[in-house]
């Protein structure tokens, strides 16, 4: 009986499998020039990026749909999200590889991709869906009904790309909705999500803040219309009272026909960053950081994907039909997901500015639950 060979880095990798996934529609890399070779090399190595960066968001929305999750949890999802982070931003580096394609060199060949076109990517797709993307905020492709039609086999048959987008579609929750359901279970000033006064200390905790809020308001604008001209003092005026009027439309969900869940969810965002040194929401709300950061990071990559686009080929129509980069750009802009949580930035006050808790020691690791 023969030993047992060791493992091998290539066997491991699957490394000969790998290199023979660059010969194009032809499936003959020698046929292809530098250009289409390196084309099709960067797309792969983006598309296994994205593979990770599921990976990595399902173990997150899974862990948020426990019922209850530990502060080491916390740690580990907030790994998780630097780790999306990261991958973005090393993505998004990776858009320099292709601008160094010439304009004419990539036409030679981009015939070839019609009517391809990044926008079938199905996993880009799953992230956007688990991410929590709304169906009704996609921006349209062309003809009604297109981002889904585009994702079919030329011959109208489904695809293995519209099945991944379906599955993901069916899988609830969706990470935003995972994450709002657990700050819902914030306790707000040592009182439980599930305690029967909780929302009337909810309704302390924001009328204590509103005070607060409005104190500095007034501070700012005597300061300001102190250094203005006295004729731009009701402008001045406009803006400070409309900082206030929005901060209780955003504490309150009057901007959304006063949905008592989101109010709550917000309220959670607040409490947990005005009160961040605590030691039992430290953890929370380094989950916050790190959404923020994930999202920003998302969006910078569709931003620096759209300028190499336009560096490469200009604002030509693109190969699946779309405008092109007129559609980047718009993905860039109005795919925002955590829009909540960016807001709440608008609100923080100066830490010695914040309402003082009545039951700070609630949130001691020796005393929290």
């Not at 990044?118 to 991410?131: D, M, N, T």
């Not at 994702?151 to 994450?179: F, T």
């Not at 490469?312 to 860039?332: F, P």
Request: proline letters at 5%; aromatic letters at 8%; hydrophobic letters at 40%.
């Amino acid at each position: 009986m023969s030993e047992p060979r060791g493992t091998t880095y290539w066997d491991y990798i699957k490394v000969e499998e790998l290199l023979a996934l660059q010969g194009g529609l032809e499936n003959d890399e020698s046929g292809l020039d530098d250009e289409e070779l390196l084309f099709i090399t960067v797309h792969q190595v983006f598309e296994l990026w994205f593979k990770l960066v599921r990976h990595e968001l399902l173990a997150a929305r899974n862990l948020f749909v426990r019922p209850r999750v530990s502060e080491q949890e916390l740690s580990r999802v907030t790994a998780r999200l630097r780790r999306v982070t990261t991958i973005f931003r090393t993505g998004a580096q990776h858009f320099e590889v292709v601008e160094t394609i010439g304009t004419r060199e990539y036409l030679a060949f981009r015939n070839k991709l019609m009517p391809a076109s990044g926008f079938q990517s199905a996993q880009l797709r799953q992230i956007e869906i688990l991410f929590g993307l709304d169906e009704e905020e996609r921006v349209p492709l062309g003809a009604p009904g297109s981002h889904i039609t585009s994702l079919m086999n030329a011959d109208g048959s489904p695809s293995p790309a519209l099945a991944r987008v379906r599955e993901a579609q069916a899988d609830k929750p969706n990470l935003r909705e995972a994450v709002e359901a657990w700050l819902e279970r914030t306790p707000i000033d040592g009182v439980a999500h599930d305690h029967p006064d909780i929302d009337a200390v909810r309704e302390e905790f924001v009328g204590r803040f509103l005070a607060s809020q409005r104190a500095e308001v007034e501070k700012a604008r005597a300061h300001a219309k102190g250094v203005a001209a006295p004729d731009d003092h009701p402008r001045l005026d406009a803006l400070y009272d409309r900082e206030v009027a929005a901060t209780e439309a955003f504490l309150r969900a009057s901007d959304v026909e006063g949905d008592p869940r989101r109010a709550r969810v917000r309220i959670a965002m607040l409490f947990i960053e005005t009160y961040r040194e605590l030691p039992l929401l430290s953890w929370p709300r380094e989950i916050l950081a790190g959404l923020i950061e994930v999202e920003q990071a998302f969006l910078i990559f569709r931003q620096r994907h759209a300028r190499m686009v336009e560096r490469v080929i200009g604002r030509r129509v693109g190969t699946g039909g779309s405008a092109g980069v007129e559609y980047l750009d718009r993905t860039a802009l109005e795919y925002r997901v955590f829009r909540d949580l960016w807001a709440t930035r608008t609100l923080l006050l100066r830490g010695e500015a914040a309402p003082p808790l009545e039951r700070p020691g609630f949130y001691d690791f020796a005393q929290g639950s």
